[in-house]
């Protein structure tokens, strides 16, 4: 079975090149700015809720979000 995204029950084809998989092997759908706003939101406040006593997942969030901004550049520039 695909690995589906912690915010959502569907699977995510992770071979699909509009699929971000982050350093613990979540795989996010962002097949636009909409959507992968939405993962960047929900990890802000993931790190919020995990800050200070889970560190480990604090800086994989962070890294994740590293990830999703680079797509975000990516999808900026390939829209105009």
């Known amino acids: ?9 569907a699977p995510v084809d992770v071979e699909d090149p509009t699929v971000v998989t982050g350093q613990r092997g979540t795989a996010y759908s962002c097949p636009d700015l909409d959507t992968l706003d939405g993962h960047l939101a929900a990890l802000c406040t993931r790190i919020r809720q ?3 006593q889970f560190p480990s997942l604090v800086r994989a969030f962070r890294d994740d979000v590293d990830l999703l901004l680079d797509r975000r550049r990516w999808l900026e ?3 105009v």
């Open 77 to 79: 520039l390939t829209s």
């Open 50 to 52: 995990a800050t200070p």
């Open 1 to 9: 079975m695909a690995p589906t995204t912690p915010w959502s029950s």
